[in-house]
């Protein structure tokens, strides 16, 4: 009769498992780039937070990125799997070439507003002005673009587009005197306002005007092999 070894079978069913388990933790690990700090953004954050993803048996990583020209760059270069970033991005993205597409739109409102120095008391007297963006490409200057033609100027003659990087840094430009006027979403605006800049939240020409701010992006080929996945990404944001 052949003798069973109990020990060396119990030792080769942990290491089994072990390496089933880290394989499987592997396939379920995902990278989610996000490129904005706003209130718009804050579903990427909580299901991080409240264990949406591990609901859907995924590993997220959630990771900032400065803007969304770059988080299609890096999407497209596989640092990511996904971003959620303007949707504006992901078109500029796809007209150039790249194969990425939209597979959901957590938030369909514009999430920036006007800032001005408070000798700024109209939105039309920006016309000669300069304005902090982001990022001279992207959704970031469109958002701002749309809004300096809601207010009834030209965005491309009446105003001045200075790049300034991320909100803090805008902001710092408009107190500083470099610029006129910026795009902020809160919590800025509220810094703002207390430091009694004038902060243009109601322009009815963008009242009813959807705008996908935060996109949740993928790769085309991903969508193709791997479509549970986005599913379960999309559920855990959307929860």
């Given amino acids: 009769m052949m003798k069973v070894n109990w020990l060396s079978a119990a030792v080769l ?11 499987n933790a592997q396939t379920n690990k995902v990278i989610i780039g996000y490129a904005n700090f706003s209130p718009t953004y804050a579903s990427i954050w909580v299901a991080k937070e409240m264990g949406f993803f591990e609901k859907q048996n995924l590993n997220a990583d959630i ?18 799997d996904f971003i959620v970033a303007g949707g504006v991005a992901a078109v500029e993205g796809a007209l150039s070439g790249a ?6 739109v957590p938030s369909n409102r514009m999430d920036q507003v006007l800032v ?14 300069r304005i902090a963006v982001n990022n001279l ?33 805008r902001l710092a430009a408009l ?18 306002k207390r430091a009694g800049f004038n902060v243009f939240d109601s322009i009815p020409a963008l009242d009813n005007l959807e705008y996908p701010s935060a996109s949740l992006i993928v790769r085309q080929e991903s969508v193709r092999k ?11 944001i959307i929860e």
């Fill in 13 to 23: 069913l942990v290491v089994g498992l072990s390496l089933f388990g880290g394989a």
């Fill in 63 to 80: 990771i900032f990125i400065r803007g969304g020209a770059m988080g299609t760059q890096g999407l497209v270069s596989r640092s990511f």
């Fill in 99 to 104: 194969e990425i597409v939209i597979v959901a």
């Fill in 116 to 129: 001005a120095r408070r000798e700024i008391a109209q939105p039309v007297h920006l016309k000669g002005k």
């Fill in 137 to 169: 490409v992207g959704s970031a200057i469109l958002a701002i673009k749309i809004m300096v033609q809601a207010v009834g100027l030209n965005p491309e003659k009446d105003v001045t587009y200075v790049t300034s990087g991320d909100p803090a840094t």
């Fill in 175 to 192: 107190q500083s005197g470099l610029v006129e006027a910026t795009g902020l979403s809160p919590p800025f605006t509220l810094t703002a």
């Fill in 226 to 236: 791997d479509p549970l996945r986005i599913e379960k990404v999309t559920r855990s």
